[in-house]
């Protein structure tokens, strides 16, 4: 991972940032930053922000697919920024680009 997830409380949501190549090492760091965010007593909306992630293993989409689950029981709405990247690839494989909510911009994330 090239950095550490940028966690931001906005008023309309919490965006938790991503960048760099993340797989399995990265894990434990995803998931311990997954779950302070999904620790609050109203979630809300997440949004999880990928537009600076260059590559992501099976692990690490993971643990994404770990935070929607947390996110959904708190009652919450995840809502992923995922650009046409080659990061994206992994989610038209797996077909969670259909899964979850998408949008291409974190402009477009924010915008409910």
């Not at 949501?13 to 991503?18: D, E, G, S, W």
């Not at 922000?49 to 689950?69: E, H, I, P, Y």
Request: charged fraction near 30%; aromatic fraction near 4%.
């Amino acid at each position: 991972m090239t950095a550490r997830p940028l966690v931001e409380a906005l008023e309309s949501a919490t965006v938790v940032t991503l960048s760099g190549e993340l797989d399995a090492y990265d894990a434990p760091v995803l998931r311990e930053t997954f779950a302070e965010v999904t620790r609050a007593d109203a979630v809300g909306a997440v949004v999880l922000d990928l537009t600076r992630v260059a590559f992501l293993d099976s692990t690490a989409l993971g643990t994404m697919v770990g935070l929607l689950r947390r996110v959904r029981e708190a009652g919450g709405e995840l809502r992923v920024v995922l650009p046409e990247t080659s990061a994206r690839r992994i989610f038209e494989v797996t077909a969670l680009d259909r899964a979850l909510d998408v949008r291409p911009s974190r402009d477009a994330a924010l915008a409910d």
